[in-house]
Every structure is written in structure tokens, then in C-alpha cells.
């Protein structure tokens, strides 16, 4: 029984150092094409249409669909995380293609892996853009970025302000309601009339 507990340890640990071996290989292969030459003369052509403080976060290279002159074509193009938007940005032989989605108007994003490519697809409302790409597992870490960056942005779009009179008229009304004393409504008034 040891001995056949044994074997079955020393195959799981050589899967497992396969599996890691493999993963390593895909980690050098995807920063590879992420710093190759044409990756970053793509990423820099995409710059152009940056606003003036617009920042790269990250950005996956892949296939997306373009249209031209009514065909579907795949184009070879880079999407952008910046740290205002998303950015689809594709060379044509005549101008490029580019799309740019606001964090705020995302509504979801996945990735659906298959061999040896896998497809980032992310939401607006009544519309997906699609991206296939080989870098998995950048295309993951976007999609982390793309996700986190969204919420910020619908948190930042929820948020109200009040002028201090709107302020002091619901003080007001919860002094009225007898809610809150007059002390807590004057502290509360000379706090806001201090803006």
C-alpha cells in the first residue's frame, strides 16, 4: 500500500511541475509578444488619440472584427486599459479603426478561453466588443483592471452632491421632526456654511 501511495505521489508532483513548467512557458511567451516591437509601435500609435492626462494601466494585442466596405475582417489591434477609458485601437492600411468605451458605461466583461486563443469580450449597453487574443492570462489581469476601473467609475457617478442650503433645509426638517436637538442643528449649519 506505501509503495503504491508513493507512485501516486511522485505522479501527482511530476504533473504538477509540468503544469508549472507550462505555465512559466505561457508567462514568457505573453511578455514576449506584450514587448515585442510591433506590440509597442501599436501601443504607441495608440497614444495619439490619448486625452492629455491619460495614462496606460495595461493593454492585451489580439484579433478584433472590423468592417470594411460592408466585409467582416479581421484586424489585428491592441486594447487599451487607460485610467479613464478603454480603447480599441486597430491600424488599417487607410486611417485605423477606434473604439473608446468610458469605464461608467461597461456592464460586464469576461474571458472564454479555448485553445490557443481565448476571446475578451466586454459589455456596454446593447453592445460587445470582442477581442481574441493569445495572452490569457493578460487578457485576465485587463479584465481585472477593466472590472475594477468600472466600479470606481459607477461609484464616483452615483455619488450626489448638495449644495450647504440643500444641507441645512434637511437639518432643518430633522430639527422640526424633533430627530436631532437645536445644538446638533447649529453645529451642523456653521459646519456647512464654513464650506
Do not use: C, W
Not at 107 to 113: E, I, K, L, Y
Not at 144 to 163: G, M, P, R, W, Y
Amino acid at each position: 500500500m506505501k509503495l503504491f501511495d508513493d507512485m501516486t505521489l511522485k505522479s501527482k508532483e511530476k504533473k504538477q511541475k509540468k503544469k508549472e513548467e507550462e505555465k512559466q512557458k505561457t508567462i514568457k511567451h505573453e511578455k514576449k509578444v506584450k514587448n515585442s516591437k510591433s506590440t509597442l509601435k501599436l501601443l504607441e500609435a495608440s497614444k495619439e488619440v490619448f486625452f492629455e492626462d491619460e495614462q496606460v494601466v495595461d493593454y492585451v494585442v489580439g484579433l478584433y472584427i472590423s468592417t470594411i466596405l460592408g466585409e467582416d475582417i479581421p484586424n489585428s489591434g491592441i486594447l487599451v486599459a487607460t485610467n479613464k477609458r478603454i480603447i480599441l485601437y486597430g491600424k488599417r492600411p487607410i486611417g485605423y479603426d477606434l473604439e473608446s468605451v468610458d469605464y461608467k458605461k461597461i456592464t460586464s466583461t469576461n474571458f472564454v478561453q479555448s485553445y490557443p486563443t481565448g476571446q475578451l469580450n466586454v459589455e456596454t449597453f446593447g453592445k460587445i466588443i470582442s477581442f481574441a487574443t493569445v495572452m490569457g492570462d493578460t487578457a485576465k489581469n485587463l479584465i481585472e483592471v477593466i472590472d475594477e476601473k468600472s466600479v470606481e467609475a459607477q461609484k464616483l457617478n452615483n455619488v450626489q452632491t448638495f449644495s450647504p442650503a440643500e444641507e441645512i433645509k434637511k437639518y432643518k426638517e430633522l430639527l422640526d421632526m424633533s430627530i436631532i436637538t437645536e445644538k446638533e442643528f447649529d453645529i451642523k449649519k456653521a459646519e456647512l456654511l464654513a464650506l
